[in-house]
């Protein structure tokens, strides 16, 4: 009986153990991070263009070549490098700047 009421306990820590990873995962916003982290540039439009920011509205680039830049920089552009941001956000911050496509 100990056995089994040990086996459940263990079940259920494990379960919301991957819940809580989970739900960090997926409470990331890439419209609050664009916000905090681009807009003074690009605008909230993506087509602000300061300190030569590029026009993020034409961009025609996929969400891997955009978490790199966002990543490692370019030309004027500060990287966001791993001390700053998480692949995740890299990507939230992609997908949201893929919504301001016309």
Same mark, same amino acid.
């Given at each position: 009986?100990?056995? @089994?009421?040990?086996? /459940?306990?263990?079940?259920? =820590?494990?379960?919301?153990?991957?819940?809580?990873?989970?739900?960090? %995962?997926?409470?990331?916003?890439?419209?609050?991070? /664009?916000?905090?982290?681009?807009? $003074?540039?690009?605008?909230? !439009?993506?087509? *602000?263009?300061?300190?030569?920011? $590029?026009? *993020?509205?034409?961009?025609?680039? !996929?969400?891997?070549?955009? #978490?790199?830049? @966002?990543?490692?920089? $370019?030309?004027? #552009?500060?990287?966001?490098?791993? !001390? =700053? *941001? !998480?692949?995740?956000?890299?990507?939230?911050?992609?997908? /949201? @700047?893929? %919504?301001?496509?016309?």
């Amino acid at each position: 009986f100990i056995l @089994i009421v040990g086996a /459940y306990g263990l079940a259920e =820590m494990s379960k919301k153990q991957k819940f809580s990873s989970e739900e960090s %995962t997926t409470s990331v916003n890439g419209t609050e991070l /664009y916000t905090s982290n681009c807009v $003074k540039c690009h605008g909230d !439009d993506g087509k *602000l263009g300061a300190s030569g920011a $590029k026009d *993020l509205s034409v961009s025609t680039l !996929d969400i891997a070549s955009s #978490m790199t830049i @966002i990543k490692n920089g $370019k030309g004027a #552009m500060a990287p966001f490098g791993d !001390d =700053m *941001l !998480d692949d995740v956000q890299r990507e939230a911050i992609a997908r /949201y @700047i893929e %919504t301001l496509r016309k």
